[in-house]
């Protein structure tokens, strides 16, 4: 497994060590231990989730807000995603800026995205599955999001927008400028 922090302090690339054979493949999609070491955080993971998507779909962009905030270890088990996350901390030097990585269970190279990061990706492959880690519990009152094409942010999603397939809760997700100025 190897680790590498980007730009957007305190979010992660890790790309585990995959054995393959003649079998198929084996790999530890999770160790905490290693978890742990290579990144010197002591987060503890409460949740696991997953979904399930057709190409086009766009979920997103996404957080918990307060003492219900959310880190995240996403990573995606078969097909393949633009996964997008967004510094959403008003005290960093990189607050609104994001970042985005292809996922794909390929490779399958996880992202961990800090607690006060928002967070979405737009599916590349039809019968994507998505899976990830939360160190806090889903809380429907704290959810919270910006609208994926946010003027200020200003993500290239890479898609023409009649491509894309939005729940209407998403559709109707606030600015950037509304949320944070
Ligand atoms: C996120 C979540 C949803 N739900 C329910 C609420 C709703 O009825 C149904 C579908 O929820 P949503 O439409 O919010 O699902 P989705 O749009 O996939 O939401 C997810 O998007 C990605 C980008 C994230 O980062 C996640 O944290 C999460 O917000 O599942 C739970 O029961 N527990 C959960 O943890």
């Known amino acids: 497994m190897t680790v590498e922090e980007i730009y957007l302090k305190g979010s992660y690339i890790i ?3 995959v054995f ?3 079998r198929g493949y084996f790999f530890e999609s999770f160790n905490m231990k290693n978890f742990q070491d290579a990144t010197g955080l002591k987060t503890t993971f409460v949740q696991d989730n997953q979904s399930q998507s057709s190409k086009g779909v766009l979920r997103g962009l996404h957080y918990q807000s307060g003492e219900f905030a959310q880190a995240k270890l996403v990573q ?3 097909g393949s995603v633009l ?3 967004v ?3 008003r005290d960093s030097l990189t ?3 994001h970042f985005s990585i292809v996922l794909d269970g390929k490779t399958k190279q996880q992202l961990y995205v800090p607690k006060d990061f928002a967070h979405g990706f737009l599916v590349l492959e039809d019968d994507t599955i998505f899976s990830y880690k939360c160190d806090a519990y889903y809380n429907a009152p704290s959810e919270k999001g910006i609208i994926y094409n946010d003027k200020t942010l200003n993500i290239n999603w890479n898609i023409p927008i009649e491509q894309l397939i939005l729940s209407d809760k998403d ?3 606030p600015t950037f ?3 944070f100025k």
């Open 15 to 17: 790309s585990p060590k």
């Open 20 to 22: 393959k054979d003649s």
């Open 76 to 78: 995606v088990i078969k």
């Open 83 to 85: 996964d997008v996350i």
């Open 87 to 89: 510094d959403l901390r």
């Open 95 to 97: 607050f609104g800026k």
């Open 171 to 173: 559709l109707k997700l």
């Open 177 to 179: 400028e509304n949320e």
